[in-house]
């Protein structure tokens, strides 16, 4: 058992798709001669020769073993049973298979199929599909339910569920329905994600709006690694991530300030006649590895447009509490009288740029030191004296519930301390807009010496999850 064991592992080192399986997952290989890779749920014993989270390889390809020259040892080559082909390069990713991803989609649904190679290309230039006005759930598959829409776990949607193209199993994507009374609001959240385009944003892939406004859904990318909270409960971040993941977030806001990448562009300017758009809901929770929940995102304009977010222009409360910044808490000589007040940010103050940049320094800080003793939020003070008269809810609103000194520890370089402590400066005007911060975040990665560009992962295969969702008619039994 040990000998077969060691085997496996060596023949896991050499192809990536056999390391990093889904809890409760694991990989064997076929008695008979052709020696196939079979994916096997040891809870169930369900087993598959698709990848769990992958999904299959294109016809005619197979994952199998082939035997070294000392009759002992294997190596891990994907078999074309057609040509007699064998490579160690994934075919899901040969330009052959990629070309013919759109054709084998559902009409109407080429573009959100179609793959390509990123090698300096331009987001901003990649053609999206457009809204359809009809109904295009009929087209996908629900192979997992996160939100069942039933107010449990949020009331501003229909559900969110994980689907799967049909006619093209291995294109998985999240939807998220909205109710009739939320259409009109959906149409702003879904025209605003169909214009970003920014490798740390969400990103679009279709998307429909019933002419009637009683029902549309949104289809975005799937991201299968969790997110940045799950991190914060399973392990001390090492510094390549953090730096990985200041920069990637500090530009996605800068893009969305700017309408354009500014990392490692020192030309770039704000495009003309950008809308400026505020996320008001950054958090760990909501930072996906690879992207972020635009839920409560909307375009930065003056109170006097029409189309101002009417919860901006009043300065009603968004988002989440622990993750608000100074700014928008009360100070002890402020607290409001009556309780309708506690509704509304402070007397002239809203989301800003300058609150998202507070919320995103503030989660790479509890990245940094968070432990399970204080539920992944270590700015807060739990231990401070709760102001007579306040609930437990209200004093979460107060400034006297942050901690003041962020202490981040010493075993990280004095350039990503300073850089969390630049974001989270407590006065405001202290606090850089997002697109100065990125420049910043650029210049002190390079004095601490740390590659952004890094070659090897900067996180252990298991510290991040991995999702896994079959349809039953992959399922091998027996």
Aim: glycine share 6%; proline share 6%.
């Amino acid at each position: 058992m040990a000998n077969r064991q060691s085997i496996l592992a060596c023949v896991a080192s050499l192809c990536p798709e056999l390391r990093g399986l889904p809890k409760d997952w694991r990989f064997d290989i076929t008695a008979d001669a052709q020696k196939r890779i079979v994916f096997e749920k040891t809870s169930t014993s369900e087993r598959t020769f698709n990848h769990p989270t992958l999904g299959g390889l294109p016809q005619p390809w197979i994952l199998r073993i082939v035997q070294n020259n000392d009759n002992k040892t294997g190596t891990p080559m994907y078999y074309n049973r057609k040509t007699g082909e064998s490579t160690t390069k994934d075919p899901r990713y040969m330009a052959e298979t990629l070309a013919l991803q759109p054709r084998s989609a559902p009409s109407g649904l080429e573009l959100a199929a179609h793959t390509f190679a990123n090698a300096g290309f331009d987001l901003n230039k990649m053609q999206r599909a457009e809204i359809s006005t009809e109904d295009l759930r009929h087209k996908f598959e629900v192979i997992h339910t996160i939100d069942a829409g039933d107010g449990k776990l949020g009331a501003m949607n229909g559900g969110v569920f994980v689907v799967r193209m049909k006619g093209l199993h291995s294109r998985i994507y999240i939807e998220k329905r909205f109710t009739s009374g939320m259409v009109p609001h959906a149409q702003q959240e879904i025209k605003m994600i169909r214009r970003l385009c920014h490798s740390s944003l969400t990103f679009y892939t279709a998307a429909f709006i019933k002419p009637d406004l009683k029902d549309a859904s949104l289809y975005v990318e799937f991201c299968d690694r969790g997110s940045l909270s799950d991190l914060i409960q399973e392990l001390c971040v090492p510094e390549a991530f953090l730096w990985h993941a200041f920069i990637g977030l500090c530009d996605g806001l800068a893009y969305l300030q700017g309408g354009d990448s500014f990392y490692r562009k020192p030309y770039a300017r704000i495009r003309t006649g950008w809308e400026p758009i505020l996320h008001r809901d950054i958090k760990p929770d909501n930072v996906l590895l690879r992207s972020s929940d635009f839920g409560l995102a909307c375009e930065d304009r003056e109170d006097c447009h029409p189309d101002v977010d009417r919860c901006q222009r009043i300065g009603a409360k968004l988002g989440t509490k622990p993750y608000w910044a100074p700014e928008l808490l009360y100070d002890q000589h402020q607290y409001p009288i009556r309780d309708e007040d506690w509704e509304y940010f402070p007397l002239g103050h809203k989301h800003t740029m300058y609150s998202d940049l507070w919320a995103l320094g503030c989660s790479i800080y509890n990245l940094c030191t968070a432990t399970p003793f204080d539920n992944g939020i270590s700015h807060i003070n739990f231990k401070g004296n709760q102001p007579r008269g306040l609930s437990r809810d209200q004093y979460m609103q107060t400034q006297v519930c942050r901690v003041l000194d962020l202490r981040i520890p010493d075993h990280y370089s004095p350039q990503l301390r300073s850089a969390i402590r630049m974001a989270t400066a407590w006065d405001v005007s202290n606090r850089p807009n997002p697109v100065r911060m990125i420049h910043k975040v650029e210049q002190l990665l390079e004095e601490s010496k740390f590659s952004h560009h890094s070659k090897h992962e900067p996180l252990p295969q298991w510290a991040t999850k991995v999702h896994e969702y079959l349809s039953t008619a992959e399922k091998l039994h027996g």
